[in-house]
Structures are given as C-alpha cells and as structure tokens.
C-alpha cells in the first residue's frame, strides 16, 4: 500500500503491506486502515471531523488504475495507492 498527501502524516509512513484473507476487498482494506485512525486507536484528536471527511473523500488506485467500487476484490501483489483529495493550485497569472 502507497499512502499520499496528509496520509502519511496520519498513518505514520508513506507505505506499508499487509497479509488479507483471499477474497478481501477494497472497502474492508479502508475499513482496516481506518481503524487505525479511529478515535480509540488515537484517544481522539480536534480534527476528528476532518479526517472522517478525509476518509470519505479518497481516490483508491490498484495496480496504478482508479479503483471506482469499493467491491472490487484484492489479488495477492496488487499495489493499492490511496490517494487524498487534492486542493489550490497556481492562482491567476
């Protein structure tokens, strides 16, 4: 797994893998990741409301393709890359 943007902040490094049980899809992976930011893995923070917006609003790639249903079922190596939302940018020139 590939973590960008304010994710590696939140999770603690900017990748990791894990062993899932075969037939694991893509919104129990998030499910699982998830957990790890709840507020009884952290103790809760004052930007609780943030992150669940964050976890709502990601862009999941497998295997470098988006990723657009969170039943999509994961295969032994896929590459799974979550993806932030992204805001700003250049401004007017």
Known sequence: MLY???LTELLGQSGDAAELPEGTTVGELLRILRMRTS??????TAGDGMVE???????VAVNRAYCSSPRAVLRDGDEVALLPPVSGGAGER
């Open 4 to 6: 960008f943007g304010v």
């Open 39 to 44: 507020n009884d893995a952290k103790g809760g």
């Open 53 to 59: 917006r964050l976890w709502q609003s990601l862009a």
